[in-house]
Structure formats: structure tokens, C-alpha cells
């Protein structure tokens, strides 16, 4: 997938996910090649949602919790976006007009408010649009 170092990305919790998950094959070298990318360009976007549920995912999957408050602590440079109640009215909206789960709807929420035109993530729908916004499947073949 190319990346352009100018333009900032919106990344889904499944993309932090892999980057961490070594048993994902593939998955994970494309998810750590696309955070390193990230990294070097500073063109990352999260959510706060994003980084509990990081938080949760790698506790779950016998990460130490001071590892995975470490892991969370670094996103932190980057761009994140905050829970509050003015997201919250957005994702309820989002979910009503695009029928999407409501953590779904948050999650793209959170990209439109930072001004985000691509979204990575694999669990909403390649190419989808929001208003601007599209959706882009990282691991998908083109």
C-alpha cells in the first residue's frame, strides 16, 4: 500500500493490533511496515477509543498491563482525538444515518473531526465513504 508522508491517516484499533500480533503472518508485517511509516511521517491519527480498546486487546492476549500502558503512553504523540460529549451526539448520528455499529460510528466520528480522508481499518467496508471520508482495508488485494 502506498503512503503518502503529506496526508494524515485515521488508523482502526485492528491495525495497532496486528502491528503487536506476531502469530498475524501477514497481517502483521503490513500493519508494522504502515505504523513504522506512521512513525517516520508523523501523519498518525487515533482516537482515545482507540487506544483502550489497544489497551484491552493486548491485556487480553497476555500482554503485561505496564507493557500495554507503555504501548498506549507512546500513542499519545500522536494525534488523538478525545471522547466527549459533542463525538458522542456525532457517533449517534453517523450510526442512525450510515446503519453502522455504534463503536463503528465513533470511530469515524473521530476521524471527521481531525479532517482525516482515509480511514484504515478492516472492519468497516473498503472503499465506503462518509462525507469526505473513505475507508481503506490495508490488508485487502487490490
Known amino acids: ?3 503518502d508522508p ?4 485515521f488508523l482502526d484499533t485492528n491495525i495497532l493490533v496486528y502491528a503487536y500480533d506476531r502469530s498475524a503472518g ?4 503490513q500493519a508494522v511496515q504502515l505504523m513504522e511509516s506512521c512513525w517516520e511521517n508523523e501523519n498518525g491519527c487515533l482516537s482515545v477509543q482507540v487506544l483502550q480498546e489497544l489497551y484491552v486487546t493486548l ?6 498491563a505496564s507493557d500495554a ?3 498506549v503512553m507512546n500513542y499519545l504523540e500522536w494525534d488523538v482525538i478525545d471522547n466527549d460529549r459533542a463525538l458522542l451526539l456525532d457517533g449517534m448520528r453517523l450510526q442512525d444515518q450510515y446503519s453502522i455499529s455504534f463503536w463503528d460510528a465513533l470511530i469515524v466520528a473521530a476521524a471527521k473531526r481531525a479532517k482525516i480522508k482515509e480511514l484504515w481499518s478492516e472492519d468497516l467496508n473498503q ?4 462525507d469526505g471520508l473513505v475507508v481503506i482495508n490495508p490488508f485487502e488485494k487490490k
Do not use: A, F, W
Not at 6 to 9: E, F, V
Open 26 to 29: 501477514q497481517k502483521h508485517e
Open 127 to 130: 472503499g465506503q465513504h462518509y
Open 6 to 9: 503529506q496526508m494524515q491517516y
Open 59 to 64: 491485556v487480553r492476549k497476555k500482554v503485561r
Open 1 to 3: 500500500m502506498n503512503v
Open 69 to 71: 500502558r507503555e504501548t
